[in-house]
């Protein structure tokens, strides 16, 4: 069982370039979020989607871009980077109900 | 808006002993609760989660946590540390319907030491 996969695991871009990430599931699930994680404060949703074709934001948009053209895929583009956007990328998924969020394993983003 | 907060950036317990990682949540509305845990250079797993069935959850791993209303608490528990216990620890908040759909509201999170 993949679950959800984010590629790549690890990136250093430079100031200015851009860069999309992938997250793809396979368990056919409507919901799909991407988070950042900095150290001491948590999780927090950059953008999410309801379903295929649609995205919504989050609590910390700026400076990113989604698109959910599929409904198992879902990307996260950076299209200037900027030091700040120095993170741990999260993609989660879940099906519709109260059912919990499954999450990948991360993407390292460093950006000099 | 929902908000969560953990009492305890760092906690540090030895081997065998009790384990409490605190939670403490705001919400206008009923919660649905979740506590994860995320080991070294990992995704987050989900350990146990209260959707207004019985307050008191139980886990993977041996954990156990109690929903309590007047307290807005979601404290989770372990009778006895392992080793491997040791991980970060998130609680998370969301509420049922409207425009939620299913967002978490992290926790700053809690890092579990163990020692022998």
């Known amino acids: 069982n993949a679950g959800v996969t984010q590629t790549p695991k690890f990136r250093v871009l430079k100031t200015g370039q851009s860069m999309t990430l992938l997250c793809a599931q396979d368990?056919?699930?409507?919901?799909m979020y991407w988070y950042r994680q900095d150290p001491g404060m948590g999780l927090r949703l950059i953008h999410y989607?309801?379903?295929?074709?649609?995205?919504a934001k989050g609590e910390v948009p700026d400076g990113y871009n989604v698109s959910r053209l599929k409904k198992q895929n879902f990307l996260l583009g950076l299209e200037s980077a900027a030091p700040s956007q120095t993170s741990v990328y999260f993609c989660?998924?879940?099906?519709?109900?109260?059912?919990?969020?499954?999450f990948g394993d991360g993407t390292r983003l460093s950006i000099l | 808006a929902q908000s969560v907060t953990q009492l305890g950036s760092h906690v540090s317990v030895s081997e065998g002993a009790l384990v409490l990682l605190r939670c403490n949540y705001s919400?206008?509305?009923?919660?649905?609760l979740f506590w994860y845990v995320q080991y070294p250079n990992q995704g987050l797993q989900l350990l146990l989660k209260?959707?207004?069935?019985?307050?008191l959850v139980k886990g993977i791993n041996g954990f156990e946590a109690e929903f309590k209303k007047s307290e807005t608490s979601f404290h989770l528990t372990k009778p006895s540390a392992h080793m491997s216990d040791a991980a970060e620890y998130f609680c998370?908040?969301?509420?049922?319907?409207?425009?939620?759909?299913?967002?978490?509201?992290f926790g700053q999170g809690t890092i579990l030491t163990v020692h022998p």
């Open positions: 989660a998924s879940r099906r519709e109900g109260n059912q919990p969020q499954h």
């Open positions: 368990m056919n699930h409507e919901y």
């Open positions: 989607s309801v379903g295929e074709g649609t995205t």
């Open positions: 919400s206008s509305v009923p919660p649905y």
């Open positions: 209260y959707t207004s069935a019985a307050t």
């Open positions: 998370a908040v969301t509420v049922s319907g409207g425009t939620s759909y299913g967002k978490l509201t």
